[in-house]
C-alpha cells in the first residue's frame, strides 16, 4: 500500500480490478453472480444489497441473537421494510427450525429475503448458512438468502454458490487482511435480477450501472487504490498458504484458544459447541468480575488488545479475536496477558492455566502457520 497517489482514473482500469474481482470472488467460493467492489465498510455493503433488491414495504425475516444481527434489524427498518423478527438469546445460533416454520407460514409469498448472520462477532458464534438454503429449497420458497459473512470470509469456510447465497456481504479488514475502508458485495444472477425489478431510486451505488462499468474495467467512484493494492497483496499472501490451509489453521488456533478458556473455568458465550466461531471466542466472567476493568488491565498495563462486550453483554464478557495472519504464538501471548488481567481484575484463577492448556494443545495438532510457506 504504500504507493504514491495515482491519478485514479488513469490508474483504475481492467488491468488492476478485474483480477481483484477474481480473486475476492475465489475468497467468496462464487463463480456466477457479480463481485462489486467499493469504498466504504460492510455496512455500506448491507445497506447497497438492501437498496439494490428490496424496496420500502417489502417484507425480510432474520433472527436477532446478538450486537450485529440486531444492527441489520435496525438497518433494515430504516430503510423502510418490514420485518419479521425471530429473537434468542445472545449466544445461539441462527433458529434454522423456528425459521422454517414462518417461511412455511407465509403462504402468500411476502417474505421477499431472509437475513442471516454467518459470523456473529459480539457472541463468538458461527450460524449454519446452508442450512437456511434448505429449508428455501424444500419449502420451494422465492426469498432471497443474504449473509453477512464480515467476520468470516478469508477465515472460516464460506462457499457462496454451492450454499445458494443471493447476496454475501464482507469489509477488508478481517479475514480479507487489508485495512477496513472497502466494502465487498457478491451477487448472485437472482440478486441481480431483483435488482431489475426495484423501483426504489439509488445513487452512489447502482448494481446496473456498476455492472455496466465493470465490464470495461472501470468503477463508478473515485478508487482508493492503496486500498486495491493492499488487497492484491492481501489475496496473494491468502492463496498462497490455501484457503483451506488458512481455515485450518483458523480452527486450530480457535481450539487452542477454547482450552485456555477451559482451563480457567470459565465459559464461553456460545452455548452449542458445534456453532462456536473459529475467529472470535467471547468469555462470560463470574459475576463479581468487571468484564470492562479486564479489557482496561489487558490494554492498560499488558500490551494484550481484548473486545469488550456488546448490549447486553456489556461488563459480563470479553473477546478474544483469533483472526488474520496469526500464528501459534501470538494466540499464546494474548491468552498470557488475558490471565494476568482477570487475574488483577479479582478472577480467582491460577497463572499459566490456560497458556498451558493451549500449549498442550498446539503441540499435539501441529504447527497451524509456518511463514516459511508463505514467504
Same mark, same amino acid.
Given at each position: 500500500m504504500n504507493v504514491p497517489m495515482q491519478d485514479t482514473r488513469a490508474a483504475v482500469d481492467g488491468e488492476l480490478t478485474r483480477p481483484l474481482v477474481d480473486g475476492v470472488k475465489r475468497l467468496f467460493k462464487q463463480r456466477r453472480g457479480r463481485m462489486f467492489l467499493s469504498p466504504g465498510s460492510a455496512t455500506a455493503a448491507w445497506e447497497a444489497a438492501v437498496t439494490n433488491t428490496l424496496d420500502p414495504g417489502d417484507k425480510v425475516l432474520t433472527a436477532r441473537h446478538g450486537h450485529f444481527s440486531k444492527r441489520?434489524?435496525?438497518?433494515?427498518?430504516?430503510?423502510?421494510? $418490514?420485518?419479521?423478527?425471530?429473537?434468542?438469546?445472545?449466544? /445461539?445460533?441462527?433458529?434454522?427450525?423456528?425459521?422454517? #416454520?414462518?417461511?412455511?407460514?407465509? #403462504?402468500?409469498?411476502?417474505?421477499?429475503?431472509?437475513?442471516?448472520? =454467518?459470523?456473529?462477532?459480539?457472541?463468538?458464534?458461527?450460524?449454519?448458512?446452508?442450512?437456511?438454503?434448505?429449508?428455501? /429449497?424444500?419449502? /420451494? =420458497?422465492?426469498?432471497?438468502l443474504f449473509a453477512d459473512a464480515a467476520s468470516s470470509i478469508g477465515a472460516i469456510d464460506f462457499r457462496m454458490d454451492a450454499w445458494g447465497v443471493d447476496v454475501a456481504v464482507c469489509g477488508s479488514r478481517n479475514g480479507a487482511l487489508t485495512p477496513a475502508g472497502l466494502a465487498m458485495l457478491g451477487v448472485s444472477d437472482q440478486a441481480m435480477?431483483?435488482?431489475?425489478?426495484?423501483?426504489?431510486? %439509488?445513487? =452512489?451505488?447502482?448494481?446496473?450501472?456498476?455492472?455496466?462499468?465493470?465490464? =470495461?474495467?472501470?468503477?463508478?467512484?473515485?478508487?482508493?487504490?492503496?486500498?486495491?493494492?493492499?488487497?492484491?497483496?492481501?489475496?496473494?499472501?491468502?492463496?498462497?498458504?490455501?484457503?483451506?490451509?488458512?481455515?485450518?489453521?483458523?480452527?486450530?488456533?480457535?481450539?487452542?484458544? %477454547?482450552?485456555?478458556?477451559?482451563?480457567?473455568?470459565? /465459559?464461553?458465550?456460545?452455548?452449542?459447541?458445534?456453532? #462456536?466461531?473459529?475467529?472470535?471466542?467471547?468469555?462470560?466472567?463470574?459475576?463479581?468480575?468487571?468484564?470492562? $476493568?479486564v479489557v482496561r488491565i489487558a490494554h492498560g498495563r499488558y500490551r494484550t488488545p481484548l473486545g469488550g462486550g456488546l448490549g447486553p453483554l456489556d461488563g459480563k464478557v470479553f473477546r478474544i479475536r483469533h483472526l488474520g495472519g496469526l500464528d501459534e504464538v501470538t494466540c499464546l501471548s494474548t491468552l498470557a496477558g488475558a490471565e494476568m488481567a482477570l487475574k488483577e481484575a479479582g478472577c480467582p484463577i491460577e497463572l499459566g492455566a490456560g497458556v498451558g492448556a493451549a500449549q498442550g494443545y498446539f503441540q499435539d495438532a501441529g504447527m497451524a502457520f509456518d511463514l516459511r510457506a508463505v514467504a
Open positions: 441489520w434489524v435496525e438497518l433494515a427498518t430504516e430503510l423502510g421494510l $418490514e420485518v419479521e423478527v425471530v429473537d434468542r438469546p445472545w449466544g /445461539d445460533a441462527v433458529p434454522v427450525e423456528e425459521m422454517a #416454520r414462518r417461511l412455511e407460514a407465509d #403462504r402468500d409469498g411476502r417474505i421477499k429475503a431472509v437475513f442471516v448472520t =454467518h459470523n456473529e462477532t459480539a457472541t463468538g458464534v458461527t450460524s449454519p448458512v446452508a442450512a437456511m438454503r434448505e429449508v428455501l /429449497d424444500e419449502l /420451494d =420458497h422465492s426469498a432471497l435480477a431483483a435488482t431489475e425489478r426495484a423501483r426504489r431510486r %439509488r445513487a =452512489h451505488f447502482d448494481f446496473a450501472e456498476t455492472a455496466r462499468l465493470d465490464d =470495461h474495467g472501470y468503477v463508478p467512484y473515485t478508487a482508493p487504490t492503496p486500498l486495491l493494492e493492499g488487497l492484491r497483496a492481501s489475496l496473494d499472501a491468502l492463496f498462497a498458504e490455501g484457503l483451506e490451509q488458512v481455515f485450518a489453521r483458523h480452527r486450530r488456533l480457535a481450539e487452542g484458544v %477454547r482450552r485456555g478458556v477451559r482451563a480457567w473455568g470459565l /465459559d464461553t458465550v456460545a452455548r452449542d459447541p458445534r456453532f #462456536r466461531s473459529n475467529t472470535v471466542t467471547a468469555v462470560r466472567v463470574p459475576a463479581d468480575v468487571d468484564a470492562r $476493568e
